[in-house]
Structure formats: C-alpha cells, structure tokens
C-alpha cells in the first residue's frame, strides 16, 4: 500500500479572482513508505506547489490525497495543522529557521508542538543533534549565526526530529555551495532510510545521484516518472500519537518577542499606565467629589441657616401669567418639621425689612457687594468656632458687633486700605410700608422701618473661598430682641402700642410686610441635607434658600460639568490606547509573518500563534495595571493636597481601593479585569483580519 497517493490533482490559482493560473493538472503519483524522490524539472513547472499541496499548506483545486489511506484532500485548518504536525517535515531554500533563537529551541519546537515537555524535548533535540553530528557548542547558537549548511542541516533535523512520515524539501541545496550541497544529501539520504523524502531541486546531477526516484514535470504536468535505484521500502517505526499541542513551546518566543520589541513594548506600557491612571483618578474624583464637597460646603459660619417657605401658585384662568406668593409655613407644619430635628429654632424672617444687603457705609463711603446674614447666636454650640480666623466671637448677643468672613475680610482690606478687624461699619435700612388698620377713618397707614447703627467687626471666620461672597454675620436674637422693641410709629397711633416683631408675626399676605418665610437654625450640618431631602419629598410647595447652599450648590453643578468633561476625555485616551494596542500588535503579527509561516509549517494552530500576541498584550496590560496601581497609591495624597492647597476642597479624590459596593478589592479586581478585557480584544480584533492570509502567502512573504 502507498503512503501517499495523488490521483488526478489540479491546482489552478486566482488572481483578482478573474485571471486563472493552471499551475498544476492531472498529477497521479504514488509514493512509498521510504525513498529520496527527486521533482525536477524549469522554474515555474509547479514544483513548489505540488509539494505545498502534499504538505497540506494549500488545497488541491481538483483530484484525491490520499495519506495512509485516509482521505486528505480538503482538510480544516485546524486538521491541516495537526497532519502537518505529526506527518510532515519541512526544509525550505532559505532554511525558514527561527533566527531569532538558538539552535536547540528550533530543533525543540516541533517536539513541543507535540505536547513533549521542555526538558524530555531539550534532552532529544540534544541526542538527535548527536546522532547527526553536530557539535554541542552549535546547540546554544543564535541560528542567524550560524553558515548556510549549518542552517540546512540544523533545518533537516528540525524535519526530522518527531519522526514524521514524509519530508518534504524545496530546493535545499539552492542557496548552498557543492560541498555543502552533498552534506545535505547524503543527510537527506540517510533520513530517507526512515522516511519518504520528497525533494525538489535544479541539480539534476544530485538528483541523479542519490534519488530513488525521479520525477521530471514541465507546465504543471509530470513528464517522466523513474525509478533510478531500489528502494529498500522500509516502514518508517511511527508510534501512535495521541499527544495534544501543549502551549508550553510559545514561552520562549513570548519572552524573545517582548524583548524584541521592547521599545515598542514599553511605549504601549506608558499609554495603557496614563489611561488606566487617568481612569482611576477620575472615578476617584467622582467618587469623592460629593464627600469633599459636602464636608467642604460645612465650613461656611451659616450653614446650618435656612429659609423656609411655601410657595403658592395664584392662577387666573383669563391670563397666561401665574403669580406665584411665598407664604410662611403654618404652625401645624412648623410642628411637624420641628419634631424631626433635635434643636431646630424656627424663627421668623425680618428679611424683607431689612434686606439682606441693606446699605453698610465706611466713613460715610458706601461699600456694595457684601451680604448682611443672621446666625442664630454668637453662643450657639451650633456655630462653627473653629473658623475663626482672627479676633473673637462676641460672648453676648448684641447689635453692636459682627463677624466677617475671609473674602469680606479681603474685600474691605482692598477698598478700605485699613484694617477691617475693629473697625466700625454703618449699617442702615430705610423702607416705607403701609398698613391695613380696619379703622375706616385712617385705613391706611404707612410708617418707616428705619434701622441704622454702628456695628464693630469683632472677628473674621475662615470660610471655604470658592465660589463664596463676602458675608457679614450679626446674631438673629440680637436683631429680633430689637425689632421686639422697635415700635411701629404711625400704626401705633391707630390701633394701639405694637412692635415692628408682631406686625411682622401677624402679617398675612395680604399685608405688605414681611418676606413671609421663617429661618430654621438647625445644629448640625448634617440636618441640612435631611431638610432638603425632606422638602423634595413633601407634596406641599415647600422651598428652601441659604446661602450657604447656593454656593454648595454651585460647586456640585461645576465639578458635575468637570466630571462629564474629564469623562468625555477618558474615553477619548481610551479608545485612542485601545486603538495603539490594536495598531501594534497588528504591526508585530505582520512584521513576524515569515516566523509565524514557519511555525504553522511545523504544524503549530494559528489560534496558539494568535494566543503569543494575546499574551504578549496580557503581559503589558498587567504590568501596566500593577504600575497604575503603584501610581495611584503613590500621587493620590500629593495631588489631593495639592488640589487642598489651590481650592481648599479636602480629599477630592478618592479611589475606593479597599472597598467598593461593600467588597473587599472589587474596584482594583474591575480595573484589572477591564484592562485585560481592553487588551485582548484590541489585539483580537486586528488579528482575526489578518487571519486571512494564506499560509502559502506567508511562506512567500520575506523570502
Ligand atoms: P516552481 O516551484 O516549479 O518554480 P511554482 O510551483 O512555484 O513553480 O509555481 C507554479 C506556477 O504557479 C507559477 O507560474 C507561479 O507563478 C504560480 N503560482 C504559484 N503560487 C501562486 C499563488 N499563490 N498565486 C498565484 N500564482 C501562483
């Protein structure tokens, strides 16, 4: 029975899909167990093809391979690469030896293909190197080392080494000198004692001399078919090989290729470490932007001062415009929402008496642009005291003396060239306001709210910066105790002695006074939030203002918009790093096409030919998570100081590294697992495309 049959085969090769080229038509030959048999025959003949077509590297366009009497003419890839594998050796012209590497780990690599362990494999390459002749100092050689012969011999081996069935070589002696060219035979002539050997060459003289057989073709067909000496047809010993391919024999290349392109390696290093850091920092600044601000947005004298009102909508069905009233809350609510809070002072609100920007004069010179705010008292454990900045807080609750902030402090330092700590500013209110008095007599009255006096700044609190306004503080008790006394003049006339605090108390709306809202003094900050999350929820019209909210309120809309921008951004570097990743492991795959031709011709998968580059993506993605990682711990602290240090605003950056969602790591496992995710498909995607190449191609390729 024949190893090998080919009945009948044709291969015709498509340009452009339209330009036909019969390379090869109607070959039937057969072919033994063992025996050198030499194809001769003029450049272009098919030579090469029929012995890619034997070697399973392209398919036959028509006829039957038949291999052990097992059918092999249309094989998939993936049985093509195990028959070629366990069944095929290879050597080429130009040797297609792995250059890169040393001797030992070219013979090695079919071994391991073939699921062999590295040091049962090591240990044979090393015998069968022996057993040829080759000296032991030539094993630990880089092959691009190595002389053309050296390299030929080294590639016989190689064909050799798993004890494959048939050999296959192309023109082996073509790029030799004579003496080398007869090594070679009498190499291949040896090994043919084992083994069915199929050479092609120009050399019809060496052909002559040590083939078996000889095949002459001429423009695709076989011309002559002779038998030139006996052929001692002896079966070539073949255990039955049932070992799967281990991918223990990528490591070595994995390791030379990342060496090889460190410098590329390193730049796709540096681009990943900056996208997974910028990553990290802006989640943590997302993450821990709410905390900061809201524990920075504490740091305000008044924040726990806040109006609260309802708002009513007066709608007249004959007009398109809807006036909207504030009323002040009822006693019922005010019960409700007081019993909610430990210590809340609900208080009314003189603010439409006196403004909150009512004329403040130095030396008789008007200052604009500072607010004019109550705080419940300068003895409320509620007050921040740990502001202070410079001079007190008054011990008593008076009129005469204020507190400033910082930016007040700065503000009236510039305009006043003076020290404002001690100064005295004039702060003074002038409003008319008529009253309903049911006496029809006089049913209108109008009197004057007139407020002014002297008010010494006592102190200076060092509140937030950002975003903030110059304030003055006064103490609300000290100014209702006053509006207590306070009389209102020409009502008084009418209706009896009344005070400017219970005209403002009865005032309802259809009275002019009053802004008819209340203050809520609340102890803590933390409450604040509890009455704006109280008030969304509520069904009535309920709405709060405070200053210190506005400017809370500010920062969370700006570092919002500087979120979506920086994410914006991020994906932006992360697309562009995926793209790099993509671009150079597509460049590296293309660039080692000619090594990844040779190992495919060994019988390596190309699924495991794509796995080096995977790897080789893997390493860098790890390496690149590991040094994020390592950069994260060691700038999160500086740059959160420094960003302290610009804009006050404490630890806005916080990575939740040791807990997310409640589990221990999650968030660096997400990270890592996302990083790998972004590498393997960048490198997947590029490589599926250039899957496509044929292997013939390939072979051709850098030849
Ligand atoms: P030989 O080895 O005898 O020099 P080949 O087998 O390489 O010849 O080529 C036989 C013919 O087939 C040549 O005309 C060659 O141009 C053509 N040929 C070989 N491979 C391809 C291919 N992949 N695509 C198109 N034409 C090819």
Redesign the pocket.
């Known amino acids: 029975m024949p190893l090998l049959e080919l009945n009948n085969i044709g ?1 015709t ?3 452009n899909k339209k330009i036909k ?1 019969k ?2 038509s109607e070959i039937t030959l057969h072919f033994q167990n063992t025996g050198l048999i030499s194809v001769v ?12 077509l034997i070697g399973k590297i ?1 398919n036959p366009s028509e006829g039957k391979l038949i291999f052990n009497q097992k059918n092999i003419t249309k094989l998939s890839e993936l049985e093509a690469a195990e028959y070629r594998r366990k069944n095929v050796g290879y050597v080429f012209q130009h040797y297609h030896l792995l250059e890169k590497h040393n001797v030992q780990y070219n013979l090695m690599l079919p071994l391991l293909l073939n699921g062999w362990s590295f040091n049962k494999a090591k240990k044979k390459a090393k015998s069968v190197a022996t057993s040829f002749g080759i000296n032991k100092d030539l094993l630990t050689k880089q092959c691009s080392l190595l002389s053309g012969g050296e390299k030929q011999r080294i590639a016989i081996i190689r064909a050799v080494i798993n004890s494959t069935r048939i050999i296959l070589a ?2 082996p002696t073509g790029a030799l000198d004579i003496n080398n060219s007869i090594v070679i035979m009498d190499t291949l002539k040896k090994v043919s004692n084992k083994c069915l050997v199929i050479v ?1 060459t120009h050399n019809i003289d060496l052909a002559y001399k040590y083939s078996d057989r000889l095949i002459y ?1 001429s423009d ?1 067909k076989v011309i002559k078919d002779e038998s030139i000496a006996n052929n001692d047809n002896e079966v070539c010993p073949k255990k039955a090989n049932k070992i799967t391919c281990h991918p223990n024999w990528y490591f070595p290349l994995l390791v030379k290729n990342l060496c090889k392109r460190m410098k590329r390696n390193v730049f796709t290093l540096l681009s990943l470490t900056i996208c997974i850091f910028a990553s990290m920092m802006v989640f943590g600044f997302v993450n821990g932007s709410n905390d900061s601000i809201d524990n920075y947005a504490k740091k305000q004298f008044n924040y726990c001062v806040l109006k609260i009102n309802k708002e009513i909508q007066l709608i007249n069905n004959n007009s398109p415009i809807i006036l909207i009233n504030n009323y002040r809350l009822n006693n019922a609510e005010i019960n409700h929402i007081s019993t909610l809070f430990e210590n809340c002072h609900f208080e009314l609100c003189y603010d439409a008496l006196v403004g909150n920007v009512p004329i403040v004069k130095f030396n008789d010179e008007q200052i604009d642009g500072i607010s004019f705010l109550p705080i419940f008292s300068y003895l409320n454990p509620a007050i921040n005291n740990d502001l202070l900045l410079y001079g007190r807080i008054p011990n008593f609750d008076n009129l005469n003396q204020i507190i400033i902030n910082k930016k007040a402090y700065i503000y009236l330092k510039n305009l006043l060239r003076a020290e404002p700590l001690n100064s005295f500013l004039y702060v003074e209110s002038n409003r008319a306001f008529t009253f309903y008095t049911e006496n029809p007599n006089t049913p209108y009255v109008t009197d004057f709210f007139v407020f002014g006096r002297f008010m010494e700044i006592v102190g200076v609190v060092d509140e937030i910066d950002f975003l903030n306004t110059p304030k003055i503080y006064y103490s609300y008790l000290a100014f209702d105790r006053y509006m207590e006394e306070a009389m209102v003049n020409n009502l008084s006339m009418v209706v009896g002695e009344t005070s400017w605090k219970e005209q403002v108390a009865k005032a309802t709306g259809n009275e002019e006074i009053s802004g008819y809202s209340h203050y809520m003094f609340l102890k803590n900050g933390k409450e604040v939030n509890t009455v704006r999350e109280l008030v969304n929820s509520s069904d009535k019209d309920f709405t709060i203002s405070s200053s210190a909210i506005e400017v809370e309120d500010a920062l969370f809309a700006l570092v919002n918009a500087a979120s979506i921008g920086m994410e914006v951004f991020l994906l932006i570097a992360l697309i562009g790093t995926t793209l790099i990743i993509g671009l150079i492991a597509f460049a590296s795959y293309s660039e080692d096409i000619k090594e990844l031709a040779i190992l495919l011709c060994l019988g390596a998968r190309r699924d495991d030919l794509v796995s080096i580059y995977l790897f080789e993506s893997t390493i860098v993605g790890l390496v690149g998570t590991a040094l994020s990682f390592v950069l994260v711990l060691l700038f999160q602290n500086p740059i959160n100081y420094l960003i302290f240090r610009l804009t006050a605003l404490p630890n806005l950056i916080d990575i939740p590294f040791q807990q997310f969602y409640g589990r221990p790591f999650l968030f660096p496992l997400l990270i890592a697992v996302s990083t790998m995710l972004i590498c393997l498909i960048s490198t997947c995607l590029p490589l599926i495309f250039a899957k496509k190449i ?1 292997l ?2 390939e072979l ?1 390729s850098n030849d």
């Open positions: 291969k090769f498509y340009i080229k390379a090869l025959g003029p450049s272009g003949c098919g030579k090469s093809t029929l012995l890619n392209d192309d023109e092609v073709m695709g044929s013939s191609e051709r």
